[in-house]
Nanobody, 124 residues
């Protein structure tokens, strides 16, 4: 049973940094595509970043390239999203999700399991 749990979201000032974590005690991430999406109030869920666990391949949305980094910790079965140079427009609920390894990273419909989300608020 997949039990994705995100953590690390909080209020931060513009220009600051945060690191989000996504862990699942019930599933080995090594055979999956793990993605981060975000959703601001009244807007659609948007792709942020993804990683193919075993290959280490990384994918990023255009708006976060150069600022955000996705990584993994094999021993902890945890995926991280390091967010630097945060902007007020990064404010959203951030979701972690799991998909089949060969799925399209950017398409939210590819993902079968989702976490409950963690709120990131960037003040100007």
């Amino acid at each position: 049973q997949v039990q994705l749990v995100e953590s690390g979201g909080r209020l931060v000032q513009a220009g600051g940094s945060l690191r989000l974590s996504c862990a699942d005690a019930g599933r080995d991430f090594s055979s999956y595509l793990i993605g981060w999406f975000r959703q601001a109030p009244g807007k659609e869920r948007v792709f942020v970043a993804a990683i193919k666990w075993s290959a280490g391949s990384r994918y990023y949305g255009e708006s976060v390239k150069g600022r955000f980094t996705i990584s993994r910790d094999n021993a902890k079965n945890t995926v991280y999203l390091q967010m630097n140079s945060l902007k007020p427009e990064d404010t959203a609920v951030y979701y972690c999700a799991v998909a089949n390894y060969y799925s399209s990273a950017q398409n939210p419909s590819s993902y079968d399991y989702w976490g409950q989300g963690t709120q990131v608020t960037v003040s100007s």
